[in-house]
């Protein structure tokens, strides 16, 4: 795989080469052993080996899953959102490695696909693969059997949004039906510390604090929704890339080819140029709406979700989805 450096570690800008721990490894020792380093985490100030980053890693992911999910209940079923990509994909190894062992426990990988032609078919056999090598049941779910179109179709159709705008409705939609048909108790996302503050601020920005204060991972059980969680919320994103190069993890790595599209590209520009000025900046943002969330949920309690026609929650007579399906059929606004 070839990645530039400066991705990786935000260290020192080199040509991209092919990386493994060797590629990695400096000249200063880690800090908490006497190997080489493969990482210099800027927001801590630590210099890492392998074994020693992949431990921190891991033991972030644990610390979220322990407070995400009642480990002690038994019968938990996590279906795992897998579209291939990174995160999702170090998601469900690292769920599957702190909780594979437990036999009271099941463990599902659930792929929506959109229809992008050449994205996303391109990414369904790298995430069979990962399945078959960890031993976990692999669904797929499609926009076509579900909505009756595709992604491509929606994106060539005369509409009012952008395209992200419909296909994460409808995503989230299907990959709560898909969850809910094999009975998941808990929707576990790849969700990353970039993306999490990412959020964060465009909710911020946007002023809609409601939605702030339903971002997840959910901690209480709705009607007609799966709890979502998110173990990677505290991982930033060159920690879960880094993490899948050394544990040598296949994943898909195309851009979506609507990407310049979505709106969180400019979110995720002026996060990343502050992070780079100022390391810790996303940790920051997340410990402040954590510190202000006990606040925001008082402002706006768990609304009583009703059940749309479809069968998907929903706050009012239609859910979202279903809105944006009709306003694409009849040509009205939504
Ligand atoms: Fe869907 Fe937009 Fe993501 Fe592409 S970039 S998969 S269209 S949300």
Redesign the pocket.
């Known amino acids: 795989m070839r990645y530039p450096y400066k991705y990786l570690c935000h260290s020192i800008q080199k040509e991209p080469i092919n990386i493994s721990c060797r590629h990695l490894t400096s000249v200063v020792n880690c800090d908490k052993c006497r190997r080489k380093s493969i990482v210099f985490i800027r927001y801590s100030g630590a210099h890492l080996c392998c074994d020693h980053f992949c431990n921190l890693v891991e033991r972030k992911t644990k610390h979220e899953l322990r407070r995400q999910i009642d480990l002690n209940k038994r019968g938990a079923r996590i279906a795992v959102a897998v579209s291939g990509g990174k995160d999702s994909t170090v998601a469900l190894y690292l769920i599957h490695k702190i909780l594979g062992e437990r036999k009271d426990l099941d463990l599902c990988a659930l792929t929506v696909d959109?229809g992008?032609d050449g994205y996303r078919d391109s990414s369904l056999p790298i995430v069979a693969s990962t399945c078959r090598k960890l031993g976990i049941e692999h669904l797929v779910v499609t926009f076509r059997e579900l909505f009756g179109t595709t992604?491509d179709e929606i994106a060539e159709s005369s509409r009012q949004l952008a395209?992200?705008s419909y296909?994460?409705v409808l995503?989230r939609a299907a990959m709560n039906r898909a969850a809910k048909d094999w009975e998941a108790t808990h929707l576990a996302t790849g969700l990353n510390l970039d993306d999490t503050a990412q959020s964060i601020l465009m909710n911020f920005s946007r002023g809609d604090v409601e939605r702030l204060a339903r971002l997840g991972p959910h901690k209480r059980v709705q009607n007609y929704l799966v709890p979502r969680i998110q173990p990677l919320r505290s991982v930033p994103e060159s920690e879960t890339l880094l993490y899948a190069v050394v544990n040598k993890l296949e994943f898909h790595d195309l851009e979506?080819p609507?990407?310049s599209e979505?709106l969180r590209n400019s979110y995720r520009s002026v996060l990343s140029q502050l992070e780079d000025k100022y390391p810790g900046t996303r940790h920051s943002i997340l410990r402040s709406y954590e510190e202000i969330l006990p606040a925001l949920e008082k402002l706006y309690p768990p609304a009583e979700l009703r059940r749309c026609s479809c069968g998907e929650p929903t706050m009012s007579r239609k859910c979202k989805a279903c809105e944006l399906l009709e306003s694409l059929a009849t040509g009205r606004p939504t």
């Open positions: 959109e992008i992604m395209t992200c296909c994460g995503r979506c609507y990407a979505a």
